[in-house]
């Protein structure tokens, strides 16, 4: 609650910032013009008075109509909020399956070609910005081997680009976390007394170690996936995807407050619940933590 | 195991030679845009992106051809019956998408919704287009007359875009429905679905008048970024793009499967100069930085050569364009000899402010002259966003100039380009903050008001005689739009930015 009121403010203050959406909408008008159209979409009274307005409403899920597009604001951004946590949720889905097995490879061969070779890959993929990778992935597959479409969100086959992109983004953070905690923990003493006891390797590895190295590596997956709505932001756009990060880029070009306003506060509604879904995760994770 | 592994690699070949998913059927045609306009209603929107959609399903009464010459369309012919009235005769025989017959009840009804006379709010934002219409009159079943309030010499050009939609249908499915799922119209194409950001369906019209266009289908797709676009001409996804930039014209013109299509528009560049301060508070420094820019050489180096040099900002196309005025020409000696007697010998510091992104090299070159003569600008490249409204829109003051472009709207008219640029009326666009020539508003005024073709282009000529004397901007040349086409389809680009579809063929 106080985080949603917290993103509402800052977002409001920074969008009155940010200049005068009815000049941006009538260029050309004359001021008493402009005067009428202020008037109706409700900029003409005091700061205060229209955020207490939108809070009123955005509790409720209302949060006015759109400037641009005349219609509710809240609609819009759901009727696009699926395409985006879709392509999250993938992409998070893949980053963790690249993750999870090399990384846990990595630790228990340290300093092997393997590791080597991850911790590169780790140092490359940070580097390389989403809209780049993008662009290149399309240039390879699209353009160059035509197995898949270059843009849209019609098919299946257009959903594997953007995925990719995202997920080769978030991978090698969650790689480098699953390696560092898997390490801190395969050599404390009861891994050792696990193996000592003749449980298998595999076992040791998936059952003993990583629910333990788990703690952190849930945290940062969660954090991520603030991460990844903003990285979706810059992917929807190459990719021509239909989703709430495109239209909220959008959005702040027109100035289209109601939008911006709906589209920053749903995303925040939905990293605050993941955040809580993380807390929960801890408490089965590690039994020492308890709800009270 | 080991079937697994071949199925999966038997797999992977019939991927990887299916035809590409992105071959399009021969009678369809797709078209990217880097954005859907808000709405699919022709009167409730006043942007690029959706004219170009919308002048494919609606006819408005006049029609523009490739020549730019007016062309009978809904209206089959019109005259003026004083400097107030104007006579129009509809076509006959006109159905709209839904079968219903043209009337003259819709063309005033179209017009009416927009003026909404005796209503205080009006909620079209092409309302500033046509608010001159006082009245539309039906006569007879054929004849309307249109009555303005004052001499109105822009009306046949407004009436050039202004879509006539179906009354009756309208008032069955409600403002709401017709912009999103329920328009129609009389053009060539008619709705088949909308999915926002995505892509607009249309579907041929088998009843228009014309006669069937030669695609059956037209796909209208939203691809923002441009690499994407490009990458969707060169693999066929997409037939036809626009805006593509002086950089990218070589590599599409040597694909094998991409042609490229240029013509000269009606967007000017210039740089508008802050007559409030010093220094462009004299004209001698103003006239030094027109002497100081080397525009053949910008357009050529850096425009592809697609440009044309201008005097001032008023287009060659554009009525009442006086071809005999001389642009200024590149003269670096000049400009110092200028500089040196307004009283800036040793040069004096300024800054220059632009949005205008695409053409950042341009800006860089333009600031680079200047300082080469004397006039060290500090240059500052903004993000074409609300922070450069801003700054903008709210003070203007904070820089001696701002390169920037002007479209004109579309508009082949003189006024069209000099009020907004010029004008000093509150609520005007860049005049307001920087220009100050005196009785340059009486005249833009004066030039506005009256339909005598003959009287308003002395005008004009006067108008620009001063400008170009006094220059109030840095004048430089016109822009070319630059259209990337498929191979197999047929199609040029027209000098109002307009993608007339009705106009594509296949090619043999």
Redesign the interface.
Known sequence: MVVCVGVSLVTFAILQASGDPVALMMPEAPESDRAVLRQALGLHEPLLVQFGRFFGRAVTGNFGNSFFHRAPAFGLVMERMPTTLILTVLAMGLALLIALPVGIYSAVRRGRAVDQVATGTVFLGQSMPPFWTGIMLILLFAVQWRLLPVSGWESWASVVLPTLTLGTFTAPLLLRIVRSSMLEVINLDYVRTARAKGVSEWLVICRHALKNAALPLVTVTGLQFGLLLGGAIITETVFAIPGVGRLIVTAIRQLDFPVVQAGVFMLAMVVVSLNFVVDLLYVYLDPRIRLR | MRHRLLSLLVAVCV??LAP???AQPKDTLTVALV?HA??LDPH?HFERVGILVNINMFDSLLHRNTKLEYEPSLATSWKPLSDTQWEFKLRKGVKFHNGDPLTAEDVKFSIERVTEPGK???KS?Q??NIRAIKDVRIVDAETIHIVTDKPFPLLLERLVFFPIVPRKHMEKVGD?AFGTTAPVGTGPWKFVEW?????IRLEAFDGHWRGKPAFKHLVI?????V??QI??M??G?VDLIRNVSADLVPELKSHPQTYVSSSPILRVHYVELDMRSAPFDKKLVRQAANYAIDKQAIISKLMGGLGQQVATVVQPKAFGFDGDLKPYPYDPAKAKTLLAQAGYANGVDISAHSAFIEFRPVFEAITQMLTEVGLRTNARMWD????W??FF??EGKASNAAYGSWGNYSVFDADAVLH?LFHT?????IGKHYTRVEGLDKMIDEARSMVDQPRRRRIYSQIQNLIREEAPAIYLFTQYDTLAINKRVEYAARGDEWLWLFDAKPKR
């Open positions: 991927l990887a590409s998913a992105q954005s808000p709405t409730m205080e709010k009006k934002p309302y500033g709401d999915k926002r950001d995505q892509y797709r939203a691809i923002p970024e690499a994407t990458a969707e060169k693999t996804g074409p966003g609300p922070a409204n801003k829109q709210t907004p009326e509150p609520g005007g666009w």
